[in-house]
């Protein structure tokens, strides 16, 4: 914001890569051509002062340039100084651009001309940020952070695109390619939503018009979710931040929503929402396709996985806790006793953007089962509200049960309609395999079948955030050739020349998705156990991931060769039990907190050191 106070470009900017941050060429109205270069660091300033020399000598083609030298902190004011970072900062650079060969004056020279509009003494203008909270990009591919290997050494820099795209053009895999995507899902989610800010909307935030598809607005049936898919299994905890913040807006409109349309306690949210604190159905003639009231639950969802991934019980009390209550209260008001039993079903409800309107859609019920045992086991690490968790555990016993319909599938309606040629590109009564937690091969294994048999009638094909669902949904079912199917298709026919995914038009989802469904292939947590490698494809014979996370506070990092599992080291962030699952080897570790350990596969079974 600083620069741009004081540099009036002409718009005709161009965004570059420069040691992890934004290297900018700007057109002013002073000059044909000056160079502003930003540079985030969070190691050592003389390495990157020296990459930024080779860069202003070969991009900038800068020969002996001058360059002014500030160091721009958000927190200091207008002027965007402060004085601690003339020691921290400018005095090192300085030194080390000046043995680079290379002029540089510091921050009070340069703002001196700014005041005076007078560019002419300098070749570039430099912003230093050095901010130990920022994940650069070039961090996710050689320094802390998830580094993600298929049969490659570590990619430490990117590979040549204009040889690898249009995607998919040469129709051979190219395991570079697909790292890349995986970790370019990770740099748009940090890019797009950070701590302060709003989080990433069906664009990002990257969107050049002032109107866009879908208003460029919060879509809460699966696409706002799937945003945030990725952020706390990668290790992208402070990215959340902004979600949470939205949810919490939400909450106060939405009490008033739920009680004007549905006399209900709690707060609700329908289909799309907006910063405003819009939470209403939207309107239309024809209400089968947006009618989902259970949206708000959907979200809060993801504030019990806050929890579970970091254990933060101060996060759990005094902000997940309340509204995930709310949402329940919500569930219970909103459930209907059907008459003649003592079934509980919802009516009406929709499978959302599909089919008809219903007396109980399977993705109602499994949201509403999904929330309740949230909230059931929120209430138990408080313990808080016994009355209230004997209540929801006696509405779990009476709702409506998933069913098996006459193909083996399962049913979306309470009526067995589903259609097996139906190839929609929502699969909303898989909710309970995937992002739910409520089928699973371990757990239910034929509700999981069914769900396969939904898979199968879906087909392999769809728009690029639906690929990118599909492909976590098949990695829970520990196809690994099959997740990879997805994976490659999501690539060849759901992005972009430039990564982006498409729906058509571009809509960022499905990126995360894709980001999302890998770690699930490598590493899954949501059955009560940290399941290792639960879906590896055959394409994938040798590789490593590091620096994941996993519920139950544990860090995770893999390694395998002839696509068995090498080495797996799990880091305990809380202490306690860690029950562990390759394969049918199970292993139950008591951990203390903050020790590492160290697991391998010997003589059949999963031994630690």
Same mark, same amino acid.
């Given at each position: 914001?600083?620069?741009?106070?004081?540099?009036?470009?002409?718009?005709?900017?161009?965004?570059?890569?420069?040691?992890?941050?934004?290297?900018?060429?700007?057109?002013?109205?002073?000059?044909?051509?000056?160079?502003?270069?930003?540079?985030?660091?969070?190691?050592?300033?003389?390495?990157?002062?020296?990459?930024?020399?080779?860069?202003?000598?070969?991009?900038?083609?800068?020969?002996?340039?001058?360059?002014?030298?500030?160091?721009?902190?958000?927190?200091?004011?207008?002027?965007?100084?402060?004085?601690?970072?003339?020691? /921290?900062?400018?005095?090192?650079?300085?030194?080390?651009?000046?043995?680079?060969?290379?002029?540089?004056?510091?921050?009070?020279?340069?703002?001196?001309?700014?005041?005076?509009?007078?560019?002419?003494?300098?070749?570039?203008?430099?912003?230093?940020?050095?901010?130990?909270?920022?994940?650069?990009?070039?961090?996710?591919?050689?320094?802390?952070?998830?580094?993600?290997?298929?049969?490659?050494?570590?990619?430490?820099?990117?590979?040549?695109?204009?040889?690898?795209?249009?995607?998919?053009?040469?129709?051979?895999?190219?395991?570079?390619?697909?790292?890349?995507?995986?970790?370019?899902?990770?740099?748009?989610?940090?890019?797009?939503?950070?701590?302060?800010?709003?989080?990433?909307?069906?664009?990002?935030?990257?969107?050049?018009?002032?109107?866009?598809?879908?208003?460029?607005?919060?879509?809460?049936?699966?696409?706002?979710?799937?945003?945030?898919?990725?952020?706390?299994?990668?290790?992208?905890?402070?990215?959340?931040?902004?979600?949470?913040?939205?949810?919490?807006?939400?909450?106060?409109?939405? /009490?008033?929503?739920?009680?004007?349309?549905?006399?209900?306690?709690?707060?609700?949210?329908?289909?799309?929402?907006?910063?405003?604190?819009?939470?209403?159905?939207?309107?239309?003639?024809?209400?089968?396709?947006?009618?989902?009231?259970?949206?708000?639950?959907?979200?809060?969802?993801?504030?019990?996985?806050?929890?579970?991934?970091?254990?933060?019980?101060?996060?759990?009390?005094?902000?997940?806790?309340?509204?995930?209550?709310?949402?329940?209260?919500?569930?219970?008001?909103?459930?209907?006793?059907?008459?003649?039993?003592?079934?509980?079903?919802?009516?009406?409800?929709?499978?959302?953007?599909?089919?008809?309107?219903?007396?109980?859609?399977?993705?109602?019920?499994?949201?509403?089962?999904?929330?309740?045992?949230?909230?059931?086991?929120?209430?138990?690490?408080?313990?808080?509200?016994?009355?209230?968790?004997?209540?929801?555990?006696?509405?779990?016993?009476?709702?409506?049960?998933?069913?098996?319909?006459?193909?083996?599938?399962?049913?979306?309606?309470?009526?067995?309609?589903?259609?097996?040629?139906?190839?929609?590109?929502?699969?909303?009564?898989?909710?309970?395999?995937?992002?739910?937690?409520?089928?699973?091969?371990?757990?239910?294994?034929?509700?999981?079948?069914?769900?396969?048999?939904?898979?199968?009638?879906?087909?392999?094909?769809?728009?690029?955030?639906?690929?990118?669902?599909?492909?976590?949904?098949?990695?829970?079912?520990?196809?690994?050739?099959?997740?990879?199917?997805?994976?490659?298709?999501?690539?060849?026919?759901?992005?972009?020349?430039?990564?982006?995914?498409?729906?058509?038009?571009?809509?960022?989802?499905?990126?995360?998705?894709?980001?999302?469904?890998?770690?699930?292939?490598?590493?899954?947590?949501?059955?009560?156990?940290?399941?290792?490698?639960?879906?590896?494809?055959?394409?994938?014979?040798?590789?490593?991931?590091?620096?994941?996370?996993?519920?139950?506070?544990?860090?995770?990092?893999?390694?395998?060769?002839?696509?068995?599992?090498?080495?797996?080291?799990?880091?305990?962030?809380?202490?306690?039990?860690?029950?562990?699952?390759?394969?049918?080897?199970?292993?139950?570790?008591?951990?203390?907190?903050?020790?590492?350990?160290?697991?391998?596969?010997?003589?059949?079974?999963?031994?630690?050191?």
């Amino acid at each position: 914001r600083y620069i741009e106070d004081h540099l009036e470009t002409d718009g005709h900017g161009q965004t570059l890569m420069v040691d992890g941050g934004l290297r900018i060429a700007l057109a002013t109205r002073n000059l044909p051509l000056r160079q502003v270069v930003e540079c985030i660091t969070q190691g050592s300033i003389e390495q990157t002062c020296r990459k930024l020399a080779q860069s202003l000598r070969r991009d900038f083609r800068l020969s002996n340039p001058r360059i002014a030298l500030l160091s721009i902190n958000p927190k200091a004011g207008d002027n965007g100084l402060l004085g601690t970072e003339e020691q /921290e900062i400018i005095r090192p650079a300085i030194e080390t651009l000046t043995t680079e060969g290379i002029q540089a004056f510091g921050p009070y020279a340069a703002d001196a001309l700014f005041a005076g509009n007078d560019y002419t003494h300098f070749d570039a203008i430099v912003a230093m940020y050095y901010e130990q909270g920022t994940i650069p990009f070039h961090a996710l591919c050689d320094g802390p952070g998830v580094h993600y290997t298929v049969g490659l050494p570590l990619v430490r820099t990117c590979p040549d695109l204009a040889n690898t795209l249009p995607l998919g053009g040469k129709g051979v895999a190219d395991p570079q390619l697909e790292t890349l995507y995986y970790q370019y899902g990770r740099y748009l989610l940090i890019a797009s939503s950070r701590p302060g800010n709003l989080p990433a909307n069906l664009q990002g935030m990257w969107h050049n018009n002032v109107d866009g598809p879908w208003r460029v607005d919060y879509h809460n049936n699966i696409n706002l979710q799937m945003n945030y898919w990725p952020a706390l299994p990668t290790n992208l905890t402070e990215c959340t931040e902004p979600l949470t913040n939205f949810i919490r807006l939400l909450e106060k409109p939405g /009490e008033r929503t739920a009680k004007a349309y549905w006399g209900a306690r709690g707060w609700a949210a329908g289909i799309s929402a907006n910063i405003f604190g819009f939470t209403a159905p939207l309107e239309g003639a024809d209400m089968s396709w947006n009618y989902n009231p259970m949206a708000a639950s959907w979200l809060a969802t993801h504030l019990w996985d806050y929890y579970d991934y970091t254990r933060d019980a101060k996060f759990l009390r005094h902000t997940a806790y309340p509204l995930m209550k709310g949402c329940a209260l919500f569930c219970e008001d909103f459930l209907w006793q059907k008459p003649g039993t003592d079934t509980l079903t919802a009516a009406p409800s929709t499978s959302p953007e599909h089919g008809p309107i219903d007396e109980g859609t399977t993705f109602t019920h499994a949201v509403i089962r999904e929330i309740l045992e949230d909230c059931i086991a929120a209430a138990n690490v408080l313990g808080t509200d016994q009355t209230e968790v004997a209540r929801w555990q006696k509405i779990l016993q009476h709702l409506a049960p998933y069913k098996i319909g006459r193909y083996g599938q399962l049913m979306e309606w309470s009526r067995d309609i589903d259609d097996p040629n139906d190839e929609h590109r929502h699969v909303n009564h898989l909710f309970g395999l995937h992002p739910g937690h409520t089928i699973s091969p371990l757990t239910t294994p034929a509700l999981a079948n069914a769900a396969r048999v939904v898979l199968e009638h879906r087909g392999d094909g769809a728009t690029g955030w639906s690929m990118g669902w599909k492909l976590n949904q098949w990695a829970r079912l520990h196809d690994g050739n099959h997740s990879y199917i997805l994976y490659g298709n999501l690539l060849k026919n759901g992005t972009a020349d430039n990564l982006w995914d498409i729906h058509p038009p571009f809509q960022i989802d499905g990126n995360f998705g894709g980001t999302a469904g890998v770690t699930e292939m490598l590493l899954q947590s949501h059955a009560g156990c940290l399941d290792l490698l639960p879906s590896l494809p055959d394409a994938w014979p040798e590789g490593s991931i590091s620096g994941l996370r996993a519920r139950g506070n544990f860090g995770v990092s893999l390694s395998w060769t002839g696509g068995q599992l090498k080495q797996a080291v799990v880091t305990s962030g809380s202490g306690g039990m860690c029950h562990l699952r390759y394969g049918s080897h199970t292993l139950d570790l008591p951990t203390h907190k903050g020790r590492s350990y160290t697991i391998t596969l010997s003589q059949g079974k999963l031994v630690w050191h």
